[in-house]
């Protein structure tokens, strides 16, 4: 015959941990939560605003060190090559952006790797088209 189990009388101490476990866990989530919150609202933030071409003073190799240099310091906005390319492109106007549009596609290869996008666009361009400045109002997103 199976015997019924009977429930475990909890002692002061292991109520009191328990208690302070969930504390912590109310703790983080709510911490957590707080986070998520912040990051919604800088990313409705964000804006890439493109660049007039007519106006470009800036070599190739001048426009991509600034995006590297951005890239670096808003580092946690481009967490992987997809999001690296994917800026890139959306700071390109004009025969840069429709050159840009076949390597955006979901099968190219140059979609998910930025240093085989530089390298393409490095390529094409011979580093001395004008490419597009990065705007002042974009550096200091």
């Known amino acids: 015959m199976v015997q019924p189990q009977t429930a475990k009388a909890e002692t002061p101490a292991s109520a009191a941990s ?3 476990q969930m504390d912590d ?3 983080t989530l709510t911490s957590l939560r707080l986070t998520n919150s912040a990051l919604r609202r800088e990313a409705s933030t964000l804006r890439a605003e493109k660049a007039n071409l007519t106006n470009m003073l800036e070599s190739l190799a001048g426009f991509l060190m ?3 240099r951005f890239m670096i310091f ?3 906005r481009f967490p992987g090559e997809a999001e690296r390319v994917a800026f ?3 700071r390109l106007t004009g025969e840069a952006e ?7 596609q ?4 140059l979609r998910n790797n930025y240093q085989g996008f530089l390298a393409e666009l490095r390529r094409t361009y011979n580093g001395t088209s004008p490419a597009p400045a990065l705007p002042t109002r974009a550096r200091n997103l």
């Not at 429709?98 to 955006?104: C, E, G, V």
């Not at 979901?106 to 290869?109: E, L, R």
């Open 74 to 76: 808003q580092a946690s």
């Open 106 to 109: 979901p099968d190219s290869p």
């Open 98 to 104: 429709k050159w840009a549009i076949p390597h955006m």
């Open 88 to 90: 890139l492109v959306s």
């Open 66 to 68: 600034q995006m590297d």
């Open 18 to 20: 328990t208690n302070a």
């Open 25 to 27: 866990v109310i703790d």
